[in-house]
């Protein structure tokens, strides 16, 4: 059996991210969502294991002190972060894993694991961006702009990844990115059962 890729999902606040990896995990019958693990309280609604795996800050520096974690990062006073066996579990039944997260996550990733494949999710200009943004009608002016001067710092980081896909329509992109996931079944490294036969 083939093992599964690995598929890091990056973008700025606003971007749609959260939307395109619902659709691709709809169209795309051998992936599975990555759930990260963090400190945070668990939300009315949520469900440990679905949402996140919900446990203690000992358990979570437990797991850095293993280095059992794809990634981390602290967010507003929580810990967030990939538990690595469990991507590793599924990646080696043979399914694509999808992990949505942000940029400083996916670089640390990257590091860790270069057979990742790094999309970044970017809108069709940046004036679309700030619409999109301000279109939620949930979020203060104050809080628009800091988001839309960490959209640019993240954008200047887009070179790091292997693909950039700009979101015009759900549609569009998620055909986008499922071209970018068979492609990478074709990579010379990836074929090495080929090669080994020729040998």
Known sequence: MKTGKLIVISGPSGVGKGTVVK????RHDK????????????????????????????RFEQLIAEDALLEHAVYVGNYYGTPEAKVNEQLAAGYDVILEIEVQGALQVKKRRPDAVLIFITAPSFEELARRLRG???TAEDKVLARLETARWECQLAKDYDYIVVNDTVDAVTE??????AAEDYRADRCEEVIKEAD
């Open 176 to 181: 986008r990115i499922l071209t970018i996931i």
């Open 31 to 58: 992936a599975r969502f990555s759930v990260s693990a963090t400190t945070r309280e668990i939300r009315p609604g949520e469900v440990d294991g679905v949402n996140y795996y919900f446990i203690s800050r000992e």
């Open 136 to 138: 939620r009608g949930d």
């Open 23 to 26: 659709e691709l995990m709809r």
